[in-house]
Nanobody, 124 residues
Framework: QVRLIESGGGLEHIGGSLRLSCAAS????????MAWFRQAPGEERRLVAT????????YYVDSVKGRLVISRDNAKNTVYLQMNSLKPEDTAVYYC?????????????????WGQGTQVTVSS
């Protein structure tokens, strides 16, 4: 059974930091590209960052470059999202996702497995 379980969300102040984790099981983790998406209230789910199977290749949407960092530990079957310099517009439910495209993908439709999401709220 495939599982992606996110953790680490919560309430943080503007300028603060959070580290999200996503623990994967039920598939060969190091054969999959991974990504973080987010969905704010009333909006569609949007890509935040992707990482390839080895962890050496990453992609970020412009709004998070320089503040959010995606990484993975294939020995632990876990992908991370380090969130720094948080802004109110980072408030959303964050989802991790897995694609059998080893390079990762910027297209939501390419992702095969999804976690249940973790809430991040940034307030003043």
């Amino acid at each position: 059974q495939v599982r992606l379980i996110e953790s680490g969300g919560g309430l943080e102040h503007i300028g603060g930091s959070l580290r999200l984790s996503c623990a994967a099981s039920g598939f060969v983790f190091n054969n999959y590209g991974m990504a973080w998406f987010r969905q704010a209230p009333g909006e569609e789910r949007r890509l935040v960052a992707t990482i390839n199977d080895s962890g050496w290749g990453t992609y970020y949407v412009d709004s998070v470059k320089g503040r959010l960092v995606i990484s993975r530990d294939n020995a632990k079957n876990t992908v991370y999202l380090q969130m720094n310099s948080l802004k109110p517009e980072d408030t959303a439910v964050y989802y991790c996702a897995a694609t059998n495209s080893r390079h990762g993908s910027i297209r939501r439709a390419d992702y095969d497995y999804w976690g249940q999401g973790t809430q991040v709220t940034v307030s003043s």
